[in-house]
C-alpha cells in the first residue's frame, strides 16, 4: 500500500466524520426510519378492552369513539363489546381522540383523551375503560 493510498483514504474518513455529514446523514435516516414506521402502523386501529369495578370483562357494553372537528369532539364511531370485554375501532382518521363507555345497568366510564403521534396510527390502550355507577340511558 502507498503513502498516497493511504492518503486518500485519511481524507474520506476525515470527510465522512465530519459534522456536516454526520449531522445531516443522521437526520436523514432518522427520517426514513420515522416514515418506514408510520407506513407499517397507519391503519387507524384502536383496540383495548372494557371491565366493570370489579375488574371482571364487560360483554355488550357500548364504546363510543369521539374525534376532534376544530371546535369540539363529536361521536365518530360506535361498537359492541366481545365476551371477553374487547373492542376495536378501525380507519380511525384523526389524531385527537376520545373514547367512552356504557353499559346499562353496569355503569359509564369517563370519557378519556387518546392523543397519538400521527393520523391513522395504531394503538392498544395499555388501561382499560372502566366502567363504574349505574348507567343511566
Not at 443522521?26 to 383495548?48: E, K
Not at 353496569?106 to 391513522?120: E, K, M, T
Request: glycine share 6%.
Amino acid at each position: 500500500m502507498s503513502f498516497e493510498d493511504d492518503l486518500t483514504r485519511s481524507r474520506w474518513k476525515r470527510w465522512l466524520v465530519n459534522r456536516f455529514v454526520v449531522v445531516p446523514g443522521s437526520l436523514v435516516i432518522l427520517a426514513l426510519v420515522w416514515n418506514a414506521w408510520i407506513f407499517t402502523h397507519n391503519h387507524g386501529v384502536i383496540a383495548s378492552r372494557v371491565i366493570d369495578a370489579s375488574g371482571a370483562p364487560v360483554e355488550g357494553a357500548e364504546v363510543k369513539l369521539w374525534v376532534f372537528n376544530f371546535t369540539t369532539f363529536a361521536e365518530q364511531a360506535s361498537t359492541q363489546t366481545k365476551a371477553d370485554g374487547t373492542f376495536e375501532f378501525t380507519k380511525n382518521p384523526s389524531h385527537n381522540i376520545q373514547l367512552s363507555a356504557k353499559k346499562a345497568g353496569v355503569g359509564r366510564s369517563p370519557r378519556i383523551a387518546v392523543r397519538l403521534y400521527f393520523q391513522s396510527e395504531d394503538i392498544v390502550l395499555k388501561r382499560p375503560l372502566q366502567l363504574s355507577g349505574a348507567a343511566s340511558d
